[in-house]
């Protein structure tokens, strides 16, 4: 398991660019599961079709995380699309 991912799974983290313009935000992360996970790699496939391809040529799950700001009241309905 990549070291990002497990740290993710774990506790907040923080999400920011290199850029003076960027922001650092606090998120707490958790792993999208079932519908939700088909249905957000679903989307990122749409952003990048480079994706499908990993996934095929890696023969292995790829995990989708969702962030939501922390102290959110729940990071499942952040995430929902009716959010």
Known sequence: MREWLRRARYRAVGVGGSSRLSRHLEVEAR???GE???RLWEMANN???GY???RERSGRH???MVL?????????SA?????
């Open 62 to 64: 790829i995990p989708v």
């Open 36 to 38: 939700e996970h088909e």
């Open 79 to 83: 995430s929902s699309p009716d959010a």
């Open 68 to 76: 939501v700001p922390a102290g959110a009241t729940s990071a499942r």
């Open 47 to 49: 952003a990048y079709p």
């Open 31 to 33: 792993e999208a599961t």
């Open 52 to 54: 499908a391809y990993y």
